[in-house]
């Protein structure tokens, strides 16, 4: 089944999400600070899929895309739950986990709830900590304070939110500050000319992953998203190549 579906959660919101069947690991997109499972690596990343019988599932954040629920009650530990309850209702078996920006600091909680049956990790300018290093002092005593921070969208006409409650939780799921205990492979691409995520912030991830198997690729010219054709056309071999080793 690869159209959209919904899972009920306890609490009764409904997450939408695609999933399709196939072998070896399941790959699991962990999309973008208000992105969508219908993003263009997202989809890219399916329809590869597809075409070569790997399990995939992408999915919607509460609040985000066609998801129930409200965008400012987002946070990580909530959607890191929501993707839980679709990686335990959909899939079977071994896990690689591909988180784009803010889905790839999700990506590492997710990680370690999966424990044994995480088998990789793809970052895509993975943003951990982003809370702590992307905000300034005054936007952090602003949020602590119970204020949104808008932010200037270079994507779009509407301003980009933090919510208090995202920020909160956030700066209690820091990661890059002590050995993240993963040991599964993994490999991170960013773009040196990303303009939103430092590409410092991948070569300290790497250096704080407890796992000895990670690779990053920086990508001279690329920009944040690494959308362009040969930014899909990285990735999709990066996934590959990490199939391999690890079916």
Known sequence: MSEVQFHELPEGRRIAFRHT???????????????????????ALFDWAQANGNACLLLDYSGCGVSDGD??????????????????????GP??????????????????????????LVGI???????????????????????PVYDDNPYGPEPTPMHPGFF?????????GSIIPIDAPCHLIHG??????????????????RSEAVQVTLVKDGDHRL?????????????????????
């Open 21 to 43: 069947p196939g072998s070896g690991p399941t790959l699991v997109f962990l999309p973008g600070y208000m992105s969508d499972m219908a993003g263009g690596k997202a989809t």
């Open 71 to 92: 965008f400012a009650d987002g946070t990580l530990s909530r959607w890191r739950d929501e993707v839980l309850a679709l990686v335990e209702a959909s899939t079977t």
């Open 95 to 120: 896990i690689i986990v591909i988180g784009s920006s803010m889905g790839g600091w999700l990506m590492l909680l997710v990680g370690q709830a999966l424990g044994d049956r995480l088998a990789g």
């Open 125 to 147: 300018a993975s943003a951990p900590d982003f809370t702590e290093w992307g905000r300034s002092a005054s936007d952090k005593a602003r949020l602590a304070a119970g204020e």
């Open 168 to 176: 909160a939780d956030g700066q209690a799921q820091l990661q890059l």
């Open 192 to 209: 040196q000319r990303d303009a939103d995520v430092p590409w410092d912030i991948s070569m300290q991830l790497a250096r704080a992953l």
């Open 227 to 247: 959308s362009r054709e040969q930014d899909i056309t990285l990735l999709l071999r990066t996934v590959a190549a990490l199939l391999e080793t690890v079916s």
